[in-house]
C-alpha cells in the first residue's frame, strides 16, 4: 500500500498547524481527499485565531471611548470575531472527528469519528 504524502498548501503558522494535525488526519479509517479541504479550512481559522489574539494582546481587551454619556469602556472588537472565530473552529474539528467530549462524571472521551 502506497503511503501518500500531503504537504501543506501555505506557510507560516498555517503549516505548523497543517504538520500538527495532517496524520490524524490521514489516518482516519474513511479519509478521503476532500477531507483535506475541510482541514485546510481549519487551518486556515486557527491562524485567524492567533492573529485576533495578538491583536488584542497589542491593543488591549477594552478601550475607552468619549460619547455624548462621557467615557466609556467598550470590549475590543477581536474579541467578538475571536468567540466567531472559536465556534467554526469547533465545528471544524467535529467535522473532521477531533473533538472529545466530557462524559457525565466528568472524564474526557474520545468523540466517535464520523465524516461528512
Known amino acids: 500500500m ?3 504524502k500531503f504537504d501543506s498548501p ?10 500538527l494535525y495532517i496524520n490524524d488526519i490521514t ?29 488584542i494582546v497589542e491593543e488591549g481587551f477594552t478601550y475607552s471611548n468619549e460619547g455624548r454619556h462621557g467615557s466609556q469602556l467598550k470590549t475590543h472588537p477581536c ?7 472559536m465556534v467554526l473552529i469547533r465545528g471544524s474539528l467535529k467535522d473532521l472527528g477531533l473533538v472529545v ?8 472521551q474520545e ?5 461528512l
Open 10 to 19: 501555505k506557510v507560516g503558522k498555517f503549516k505548523i498547524y497543517w504538520d
Open 111 to 115: 468523540e466517535e469519528e464520523t465524516w
Open 2 to 4: 502506497e503511503v501518500k
Open 79 to 85: 474579541v467578538s470575531q475571536q468567540k466567531d472565530c
Open 101 to 108: 467530549k466530557k462524559s457525565g462524571d466528568g472524564r474526557i
Open 27 to 55: 489516518d482516519a479509517t474513511d479519509f478521503k481527499e476532500i477531507h483535506l479541504k475541510m482541514f485546510e479550512c481549519l487551518c486556515d481559522h486557527l491562524v485567524r485565531y492567533d492573529q485576533l489574539q495578538e491583536q
